[in-house]
């Protein structure tokens, strides 16, 4: 059973960092592409990152980078200089393909996986 669990949420002042995991089971991770995106109430699907299965990666926010770790079968994204706008709920998701290609972040992109979520708040 393919499962994606992502972790590591929480608040955080204007400024600060985070980093996100996203632990996957059921399937090799490094075989396919991954992504992170968000969703806030009210706003439209944002993708923000993406590692294709060669290791190349795309962000649309460079404040924000993601990893992988073959080992751990888990990918990371690291945010830095955190704004109020960041707020939102983080997913990490696959389409199972191998390349990230063209439209991997558009809000109409279909994932074939996604995980539960975490949450982001960013509030002084």
């Known amino acids: 059973q393919v499962q994606l669990v992502e972790s590591g949420g929480g608040l955080v002042q204007p400024g600060g960092s985070l980093r996100l995991s996203c632990a996957a089971s059921g399937f090799t991770l490094e075989d396919y592409a991954m992504v992170w995106f968000r969703q806030a109430p009210g706003r439209a699907r944002e993708g923000l990152s993406c590692?294709?299965?060669?290791g190349d990666t795309v962000n649309t926010n460079p404040r924000f980078t993601i990893s992988r770790d073959y080992a751990a079968n888990a990918v990371y994204l690291q945010m830095n200089n955190l704004k109020l706008e960041d707020s939102a709920a983080y997913y990490c998701?696959?389409?199972?393909?191998?390349?990230?290609?063209?439209?991997?972040?558009?809000?109409?992109?279909?994932?074939?996986?996604r995980g539960q979520g975490t949450q982001v708040t960013v509030s002084s």
């Open positions: 590692i294709s299965r060669r």
């Open positions: 998701a696959t389409a199972l393909r191998s390349r990230c290609g063209s439209t991997w972040s558009r809000e109409t992109y279909e994932y074939d996986y």
